[in-house]
């Protein structure tokens, strides 16, 4: 999504600007009746040309800052890879469990298999931690800008003096609260992925030291 606030707004004020500049021109000591002249007439810019640019880009801002908010809130990944990681970790607890009750023969293969659990577990909080640098850096970025143009275009329309034609404040609340729900839900998984992280790796640990005690 291209986002153009800023010459959006530059537009609105060339374009009102050049209204102003134009018609003090024609009004200059050599200025010739023009009366009934199309000609002229179509020379002449659009007074409302400013306004429904600044207009325009409101509405547009808003549709997509509505449509963003709606798509960062119905996201599902992080919630997926949260889940994944949770099986992945009972996973290797329960093969800690079966070496724990395994007989001397077998340890050592149930350790290897810890081990595997554990690496399971890394490269799943891997995937966790890129989804949530991706989503950061992408939907939540997206709808932060959206809520950037939304405010700038308000901003603009104030300067020109006008008042909005449409209203914001459901779409700036609603884009406003996916983007703080969103920053949480990424703050508690990343705090889950470390802990997983952290205890995946512990077993690992307890699983190898369980294998040279109990070894026949």
Partial sequence: MQHFTRSRFTAAMVALSAVATLAAGCAGSNAVPVDGNPAFQQQMPDAS??????????????????????????????????????????AERQDWQSEQSDSCSSVA???????????????????????????????????????????NDLSALQLLGLTPQVTSSAEVA???????????????????????????????????????QHAC
């Avoid at 690496?119 to 970025?141: F, I, M, N, P, Y």
């Avoid at 983007?179 to 690992?204: F, L, Y």
């Fill in 109 to 151: 293969d149930d350790a290897r298999l810890v081990a595997w659990d554990a690496e399971t577990v890394s490269r799943d909080a891997g995937t966790l931690r890129g989804d949530l640098t991706q989503l950061q850096a992408g939907d939540v970025k997206t709808v932060s800008d959206d809520l950037t143009n939304v405010q």
């Fill in 49 to 90: 040309a400013g306004t429904r640019v600044a207009q325009q880009n409101l509405v547009t801002d808003l549709a997509a800052l509505k449509k963003d908010a709606k798509k960062l809130t119905t996201l599902t990944t992080i919630s997926l890879d949260l889940s994944t990681l949770s099986a992945a970790l009972n």
């Fill in 174 to 212: 609603a884009g406003t609260y996916a983007v703080e729900r969103a920053q949480d839900k990424m703050t508690a998984a990343d705090s889950t992925r470390n802990a997983t992280a952290s205890t995946a790796g512990q077993i690992a640990e307890s699983a190898q030291g369980w294998a040279k």
